[in-house]
């Protein structure tokens, strides 16, 4: 069966159709997670939910529903420090702020419980053979948790709770894309030694959190698992393309993961309110493809792709949308990306040169 192609500005100019051979995505999500709600305005709010779950239900695909649980102790201890848990514990049912940016309602902790388990959850169904592909609709958001600190945004680092599980369960080598507008310091620092997990970021530079520049390659045994491409405001999907074909895609393949996760934060859409960059659906579609190919060619397909930010509802939805009809095997029509800039083709042969020190492929 064939659908009629999406009528949607935001898109484009994409051609999305659903195939015959479409796969299925599993997907989880749960009520828990609305009630993550500041008392005054905060753009990371549960209105965003609401716009990736009109996306799910727009995407013509078949859906696998995945249970919600909360992370069980020892699933969070994998990455963040006892006392801090402990901390939280302490916090369940307060209101207030812990930082600037982050704040906690009477049921925040509630919910990040249940989005680290619901992360898991998920591996668990791709690891199990229920789906190959899979989505977690998750607040609060992840990257940014430290692993003694709450931080912009985000109180427990779900996408590093689910690569430990899923290290823990067997997968001997796993990458973690970070395409979120935002460096996820957070993850970088809990593998930051650790040469099973390899954490790669494309992200604003300048732009909070101060992190990820592209001489920060990790240390120890993990010398050279973290790989970070900084891009200028203002960067679009030229710019992502040529990111993603010159460093990133050549280092996965060098890397060989068994899994993908992706911090699938939308904030680079053009529209967002609170970054810079220049991105439309069809650049997140052709990041999902450049990704999924990876995982085909070395994790028998299996990705999935985990909520970080994307604060422009409409932005967020569409993209959300391209993503995940991309994730079930679409194939779209899109036009060539053309030619970086001069300054962030400087920006991403910078990156390569950090990178191919320890990835020789690279050139």
């Not at 995505?25 to 753009?43: L, N």
């Not at 696998?64 to 649980?69: G, H, K, L, Q």
């Not at 996760?261 to 680079?268: E, I």
């Not at 001069?342 to 950090?354: D, G, P, Q, V």
């Amino acid at each position: 069966m064939t659908a009629a192609p999406l009528s949607f500005g935001a898109f484009d100019g994409i051609d999305l159709f659903m195939p015959s051979n479409a796969l299925p995505v599993a997907f989880v999500d749960d009520p828990v997670f609305d009630r993550h709600r500041s008392r005054g305005h905060h753009p990371e709010r549960p209105e965003r939910l609401q716009a990736v779950r009109a996306a799910l239900g727009r995407a013509q695909i078949e859906l696998i529903p995945v249970a919600a649980r909360d992370a069980e102790d020892e699933e969070l201890l994998r990455v963040h420090e006892a006392a801090y848990l402990d901390d939280l514990t302490r916090m369940t049912g307060r209101e207030g702020h812990l930082d600037a940016d982050t704040y906690i309602a009477a049921d925040s902790i509630t919910a990040a419980r249940r989005a680290a388990g619901s992360a898991c959850s998920l591996v668990d169904a791709i690891l199990e053979g229920r789906a190959r592909r899979g989505v977690a609709l998750l607040r609060p958001p992840g990257h940014h948790a430290r692993p003694d600190q709450a931080m912009g945004f985000c109180l427990l680092n779900n996408i590093a709770i689910a690569a430990a599980h899923a290290r823990a369960r067997g997968i001997r080598r796993l990458a973690i894309v970070d395409w979120d507008v935002h460096h996820g310091n957070g993850t970088q620092e809990m593998f930051w030694e650790d040469p099973s997990v390899l954490y790669v970021s494309v992200h604003q530079s300048p732009c909070f959190p101060g992190t990820g520049d592209a001489s920060e390659v990790g240390d120890g045994e993990g010398l050279g698992a973290t790989v970070n491409v900084p891009l200028s405001a203002g960067a679009g999907d030229a710019e992502y393309a040529a990111a993603f074909e010159r460093v990133i895609v050549p280092v996965l393949d060098a890397f060989r993961p068994e899994l993908v996760l992706v911090s699938a934060g939308f904030d680079a859409h053009r529209n967002d309110p609170i970054a810079g960059m220049r991105l439309d659906p069809g650049s997140f579609a052709r990041m999902t493809r450049y990704l999924l190919d990876v995982a085909e060619r070395h994790a028998s397909g299996r990705m999935a792709l985990l909520l970080e930010g994307g604060y422009d509802l409409s932005g967020l939805e569409a993209s959300f949308l391209a993503s995940l009809r991309t994730l079930a095997g679409e194939p779209l029509s899109l036009p060539a990306p053309g030619i970086p800039g001069a300054l962030f083709a400087r920006e991403i042969e910078r990156a390569r040169r950090f990178a191919s020190a320890h990835w020789p492929g690279l050139g």
